[in-house]
């Protein structure tokens, strides 16, 4: 089946550094990947959605020079948390259809988990 | 933007009891996927009904699509501690290309 590859499972930064999360799909093309940040026993909230090759769409209220999204190859996207603060401490997860939203279901990442000190 | 409204959010119930959780919203999806979280791991794709009015079995569990296509429900036959876990509905609504989640409801299923 398909395999959506998350990386690091977790991650522990000082405030004000960078951190790169990646999200490759291994065994398909995703021109479309989704990231999602999940609070403590709350839903799954999206955040944006990565286009490979073109500007990724942030959901409103999701700062973009912030949680900068990179999708420059079929089977990879990037998320890098800029300056990073106590407060962007959660669960961000990654997704990927096989094909259209409308007619393949998501394959998610296993999460990362990121702690912000 | 369209707004799944999932209950119960928490449940608590015995072995060998029945549940149902309710998925409703006021768009219409073009589809509705049911998922089940394990902490610390994303999402696992249970179903995915398309069609309203569909009724989907996967062993103890019935899913149901509603006929105008905004409600989904989750039934649990004789529920067993291995079913614990938060269940998550998600639906693409029409004209939007994304996955929106429920709010999910948190089952604890105790011997």
């Known amino acids: 089946g398909a395999v959506v590859s998350q990386h690091p499972s977790w991650v522990i930064c000082k405030s004000g550094t960078s951190v790169k999360i990646e999200c490759r799909s291994l065994?398909?093309?995703?021109?479309?990947m989704f990231w999602y940040r999940q609070f403590p026993k709350q839903s799954l909230m999206l955040m944006a959605t990565?286009?490979?090759?073109?500007?990724?769409?942030?959901e409103q209220g999701v700062e973009k020079d912030k949680f900068l999204i990179n999708h420059a190859s079929l089977t990879l996207s990037t998320l890098t948390v800029t300056s990073a603060h106590p407060e962007d401490s959660s669960f961000y997860i990654c997704?990927?259809?096989?094909?259209?939203?409308?007619?393949?279901?998501?394959?998610f990442g296993n999460g990362t988990r990121l702690t912000v000190t | 933007t369209q707004l799944l409204e999932q209950s119960p959010q928490f449940l608590s119930i015995q072995e060998g009891e029945n549940l149902t959780v309710y998925c409703n919203s006021s768009?219409?999806?073009?589809?509705l996927q049911w998922y089940r979280q394990e902490p610390g791991e994303g999402p696992v794709l249970l179903v995915t009904?398309?069609?309203?009015?569909e009724v989907k079995k996967l062993k103890r569990l019935t899913f149901q699509f509603g006929d105008a296509r905004k409600d989904s429900s989750l039934h649990i036959t004789a529920a067993q501690p291995g079913d614990t876990g938060l269940y998550l509905c998600?639906?693409?609504?029409?004209?939007?290309?994304?996955?929106?989640f429920g709010a999910g409801t948190r089952l604890a299923v105790h011997p």
């Open positions: 997704s990927a259809p096989t094909g259209t939203v409308y007619n393949s279901p998501l394959h």
């Open positions: 065994d398909f093309q995703a021109t479309t």
């Open positions: 990565s286009n490979e090759g073109s500007k990724a769409t942030y």
């Open positions: 768009s219409v999806f073009s589809s």
């Open positions: 009904v398309v069609t309203g009015g």
């Open positions: 998600a639906g693409v609504a029409g004209g939007y290309n994304k996955l929106i």
